[in-house]
């Protein structure tokens, strides 16, 4: 397949560049800067340079391809969300146009935070009911503005991304959480941490892009999950580990004045998003290292290494 992936210089989207091309297809990736066409030219892909705003040339990778996925997103929280909304919601009429009345796929990247915790601690599916309270409720419009591509013909599908994608000794949220520990000299969890969390490595989750691309069906939603289980107390005694650092509780005010109150939000926000639709129906299995082993002796290793260093 000729595959056009936005996205494809960012941390997921490279694994995706390279399984993709592993598996014989031929990538064609937005880069935004020449250092972007140089990386997807190593790995053996073919840039197409702009960003979310160049919507001629979305549209025209997209007529070109024979599927379309669509991991680019504008992480600015310094940025009016109304914008940023906006933005990606006239690239998905970019990407998603060209492919109207065809069988290609086009494959977008939502949240499994979307949804309420279920109330009795079990884990939630990607029909239960939306979050009015969390941070970034309003990104299920996003979702919803590209499902509804399916209604004029096009085989659109989202894959919901759990909180902590890790792997690679990279991620966005890990090697933060790591790096304020070290310099803080202590790794931290709110209150008790027993809230559970939703995770995935990032090979499995490009994994997931491609058999999305291959099997699902216009409309479907599928949680990217591999383990629900490790509670933030774990996390913080997994850095710590790798840090060897002291480990202690402290009170939501506390983690407030530490992080700020959208990452202490975040860390205390219950996800336990079941894989099992995207497992049965496309045959997904998960089978990296689990996030807690990889922290303490996989591949963060390095960066924890400079980190004691200083």
């Known amino acids: 397949m ?17 399984q993709a091309l592993a598996e014989g297809h031929a990538v064609y990736g937005l880069s935004r800067n020449e250092a972007g066409d140089a990386q997807l030219r190593a790995q053996g892909a073919t840039p197409v340079r702009g960003d979310l705003t160049s919507l001629d040339a979305l549209g025209q990778a997209s007529a ?50 979307l949804v309420d915790p279920d109330p009795d601690g079990g884990e939630t599916t990607e029909d239960s ?31 919901r991304l759990p909180p902590y994608v890790y792997g690679r000794g990279g991620s966005t949220f890990m090697p933060m959480l790591m790096q304020m520990a070290a310099k803080a000299g202590e790794s931290v969890y709110v209150d008790d941490g027993r809230i559970r ?26 949680n990217g999950t591999g383990s629900t289980t490790v509670t933030l107390r774990q996390m913080a005694e997994a850095i710590g580990a790798a840090l060897k650092l002291p480990v202690r509780s402290v009170s939501r005010e506390e983690a407030e004045a530490r992080w700020g109150q959208f990452l202490t939000v975040f860390v205390q926000f219950e996800n336990r998003s079941s894989n099992r639709k995207a497992v049965q129906q496309l045959g997904w299995q998960p089978k990296e290292i689990d996030m807690l082993t990889d922290i303490q002796s996989g591949s963060y290793r390095e960066l924890a290494a400079k980190l004691r260093q200083g």
């Open 197 to 222: 969390t939703s995770d995935v490595h990032v090979d499995d989750a490009a994994a997931l892009y491609l058999l999305a691309a291959r099997k699902a069906k216009a409309g479907d939603v599928f």
């Open 129 to 159: 009911p939306l979050t009015q309270t969390f941070a970034l409720k309003d990104r299920i419009r996003s979702e919803r503005h590209a499902l509804r591509l399916s209604e004029d013909g096009v085989r659109v599908s989202a894959i």
């Open 64 to 113: 070109q391809a024979e599927a379309v996925l669509h991991l680019a997103y504008i992480h600015d929280f310094g940025m009016d969300y109304e914008e940023v909304l906006r933005i990606d919601a006239a690239a998905v009429d970019a990407l998603g146009g060209p492919l109207r009345g065809t069988e290609k796929a086009f494959v977008i990247t939502s949240g499994t935070a």
């Open 2 to 18: 000729r595959i056009f992936v936005t996205g494809a210089t960012g941390y997921i989207g490279r694994v995706v560049t390279e």
